[in-house]
């Protein structure tokens, strides 16, 4: 049975040393710092995602996915999801927000559906593959890296799917870093059906993200 201690009139200054209040352990504690911020630190340390919706997506005008009836379980409504083809690609701008522990890793994956597909599907592979330019507010945008999101089709029809993790590093990254992103089926993949009723629909892009405060102390800066 948990034990619950009750007190009464708190002086909370028996629970600050030298301006800090500490809850947890070794492996990982909640800190309110001097200034009241408020601090997760080791296994206190929570996450969140970057969830993009095809809504926010930019369309190159060649290569487009194109928008297609779902209507799970063959009842019910009917609802309008984008389909890729092999090649087909769109483009997006993720900001990494100011609750963001800053030097961390990211992580990314795809939810995604077979629809109909999945009994004919099964065991084929989709190539979701993203192309990440990832630059601090006043540095020089790199290269290009390719992340390797490719799945596998479990067989089962209108099952939500959702691919590994891969991990983009965070190394030196500060909050309002800001993320280039190209999302394409590739032509790697051995997926059979081609028209648009039998392709792949893709759902959400997630990145996961460690949280260390609940924001930033300052307007531009941790």
Known sequence: MSKVEVFEDLNINDFLKAGRAKIGSNDGYTEIEEDGTLRFDGAAVVWDDIRIVPGVFDFPGIADPVLDNWQPGGAGATYKVWVFAQN????TTVQLPHKYKEGSDIY???HWTP?????????????????VSWSNNG???PSSTTYDLTDTCT???NLHEKTSDVLLSGVDKRISSMLEIRLYRDATDDWAGVLAA????????????QIDTAG???SHSK
């Open 88 to 91: 087909d690609e769109v483009h």
């Open 108 to 110: 990314a994956h795809v």
């Open 115 to 131: 629809r109909t597909r999945g009994n004919e599907e099964i065991g084929k592979t989709v190539a979701w593959k993203i192309d």
């Open 139 to 141: 540095e020089v945008f």
């Open 155 to 157: 067989g089962t029809d």
């Open 198 to 209: 039998q392709l792949p629909a893709f759902l959400e892009l997630d990145f996961h993200f």
């Open 216 to 218: 930033s102390r300052e």
